[in-house]
């Protein structure tokens, strides 16, 4: 075999041989989003693309402008520029804005005709693609970005006029769209809006979590980042998700006292802890001959020990690793597996059977904190004698190696 045959390269028709090349982070940005699927273009208009984007533009003494995002086009930036120029050759200029990897230019219309026209038309290319502009904000406005969720399952048409019409109450609605599933890409009641919210302009209505849906007794909910303490579950303003009376999980049963409404953790019935502060007598020292003999008496006294006390102490820290949607009182079924973990926590610390259960069913990461947990805090199982299997500093199992 040739030295030349060893360093022929892959075939590049094939491919079979060359590896796969990794999407660049500028191809991934101008990629369309498969997840966030805009509302805002006409059903008769797919090939146009929306700029998005919310700056305040120009200055007191310049023309009207409008915002193009160009992060999707392949052609470089002095090729854009020469297409805008020839287009629209009485613009009065442009200003480049620098916005991580956007590519973004404010275009500056002294010609009110023209600029509705650009406004409306936006700017087409050879392909057939059109970019459509953004209006620049106003200087006292607020941006507020909104998450829509329970809406309406109907058609695309519907939806758009829906939304934007239910909005246009609290603020001028600059984007609207609804939330696609990733792996399915279905539509499944979920959405998005960016609202423009004047302060200083008059007759706006205040938003709120609740949103009539036009023209129906239907209901949709909006949440947003400085929105007021409101509840989830119930839609309730005043108390959180954790707090709220109709949540189902209120009907736990507390492992300490048997009632309802709180957790063993949070439970004022239960047994005081002793108060390490009272005076102690200190223990006798015993002699070397009766040592084995104290040693059996303790191993026949640990199986008379009364562990309640230490198994609810235990049961309350694994109570706090609880999944939100687990019910007390449903059966829950065998384990099918068991981790070298899960028997070291078992064999070494004093718990319920129901304690037991939960624990099985953690998630690995979960049960990690769990043992770390119970490390600084639990207690475990007491004897006299260190080699004995309930020793108070018990060593992990064989087949147990911490992460």
């Given at each position: 075999?040739?030295?030349?045959?060893?360093t022929?390269?892959?075939?590049?028709?094939?491919?079979?041989?060359?590896?796969?090349?990794?999407?660049?982070?500028?191809?991934?940005?101008r990629?369309?989003?498969?997840?966030?699927?805009?509302?805002?273009?006409?059903?008769?208009?797919?090939?146009?693309?929306?700029?998005?984007?919310?700056?305040?533009?120009?200055?007191?003494?310049s023309?009207?402008?409008?915002?193009?995002?160009?992060?999707?086009?392949?052609?470089?930036?002095?090729?854009?520029?020469?297409?805008?120029?020839?287009?629209?050759?009485?613009?009065?200029?442009?200003?480049?804005?620098?916005?991580?990897?956007?590519?973004?230019?404010?275009?500056?219309?002294?010609?009110?005709?023209?600029?509705?026209?650009?406004?409306?038309?936006?700017?087409?290319?050879?392909?057939?693609?059109?970019?459509?502009?953004?209006?620049?904000?106003?200087?006292?406005?607020?941006?507020?970005?909104?998450?829509?969720?329970?809406?309406?399952?109907?058609?695309?048409?519907?939806?758009?006029?829906?939304?934007?019409?239910?909005?246009?109450?609290?603020?001028?609605?600059?984007?609207?769209?609804?939330?696609?599933?990733?792996?399915?890409?279905?539509?499944?009641?979920?959405?998005?809006?960016?609202?423009?919210?004047?302060?200083?302009?008059?007759?706006?209505?205040?938003?709120?979590?609740?949103?009539?849906?036009?023209?129906?007794?239907?209901?949709?909910?909006?949440?947003?980042?400085?929105?007021?303490?409101?509840?989830?579950?119930?839609?309730?303003?005043?108390?959180?998700?954790?707090?709220c009376?109709?949540?189902?999980?209120?009907?736990?049963v507390?492992?300490?006292?048997?009632?309802?409404?709180?957790?063993?953790?949070?439970?004022?019935?239960?047994?005081?802890?002793?108060?390490?502060?009272?005076?102690?007598?200190?223990?006798?020292?015993?002699?070397?001959?009766?040592?084995?003999?104290?040693?059996?008496?303790?191993?026949?006294?640990?199986?008379?020990?009364?562990?309640?006390?230490?198994?609810?102490?235990?049961?309350?820290?694994?109570?706090?690793?609880?999944?939100?949607?687990?019910?007390?009182?449903?059966?829950?079924?065998?384990?099918?597996?068991?981790?070298?973990?899960?028997?070291?926590?078992?064999?070494?610390?004093?718990?319920?059977?129901?304690?037991?259960?939960?624990?099985a069913?953690?998630t690995?990461?979960?049960?990690?904190?769990?043992?770390?947990s119970?490390?600084?805090?639990?207690?475990?199982?007491?004897?006299?004698t260190?080699?004995?299997?309930?020793?108070g500093?018990?060593?992990?199992?064989?087949?147990?190696?911490?992460?």
């Open positions: 075999m040739s030295s030349q045959n060893l022929k390269l892959p075939d590049k028709e094939t491919g079979t041989q060359n590896r796969p090349q990794r999407l660049s982070y500028a191809k991934a940005t990629r369309p989003s498969l997840i966030r699927d805009s509302l805002k273009t006409p059903t008769g208009r797919k090939s146009a693309t929306h700029s998005n984007v919310w700056k305040v533009g120009g200055s007191p003494a023309c009207p402008s409008l915002f193009f995002d160009f992060t999707s086009r392949p052609e470089h930036r002095a090729e854009i520029l020469r297409h805008i120029n020839s287009k629209f050759p009485n613009n009065c200029g442009v200003r480049l804005h620098s916005d991580h990897a956007r590519r973004i230019v404010e275009l500056f219309i002294a010609d009110k005709k023209d600029y509705s026209k650009i406004k409306f038309m936006g700017i087409s290319f050879p392909d057939n693609q059109c970019i459509l502009p953004s209006i620049p904000l106003s200087p006292d406005a607020r941006l507020v970005h909104l998450q829509l969720s329970d809406l309406p399952f109907t058609t695309r048409d519907t939806l758009s006029n829906g939304i934007q019409e239910a909005l246009s109450d609290y603020g001028n609605v600059l984007d609207y769209g609804i939330l696609r599933d990733y792996d399915s890409h279905l539509f499944m009641g979920k959405g998005y809006a960016t609202l423009e919210i004047n302060n200083a302009k008059s007759g706006t209505t205040p938003l709120r979590h609740t949103v009539p849906w036009p023209n129906s007794d239907d209901l949709f909910h909006v949440t947003w980042a400085e929105m007021p303490l409101h509840c989830l579950h119930c839609h309730q303003a005043g108390h959180a998700t954790s707090a009376p109709n949540r189902a999980t209120r009907s736990r507390c492992w300490s006292c048997g009632q309802t409404g709180h957790r063993a953790a949070k439970c004022l019935n239960r047994k005081p802890k002793p108060d390490s502060s009272s005076p102690t007598t200190p223990p006798m020292p015993h002699s070397p001959s009766s040592q084995s003999a104290n040693s059996q008496t303790s191993d026949i006294s640990m199986l008379k020990l009364d562990l309640s006390s230490i198994e609810s102490h235990n049961d309350n820290i694994i109570n706090e690793y609880t999944p939100d949607n687990f019910d007390d009182n449903m059966p829950l079924p065998t384990p099918q597996f068991t981790s070298g973990l899960l028997r070291h926590i078992h064999d070494t610390y004093p718990m319920s059977d129901q304690a037991k259960q939960i624990t069913f953690l690995p990461s979960a049960l990690d904190l769990l043992a770390e119970l490390k600084q805090n639990g207690q475990p199982f007491a004897s006299s260190p080699s004995s299997h309930f020793s500093s018990p060593s992990p199992p064989r087949d147990y190696s911490p992460t």
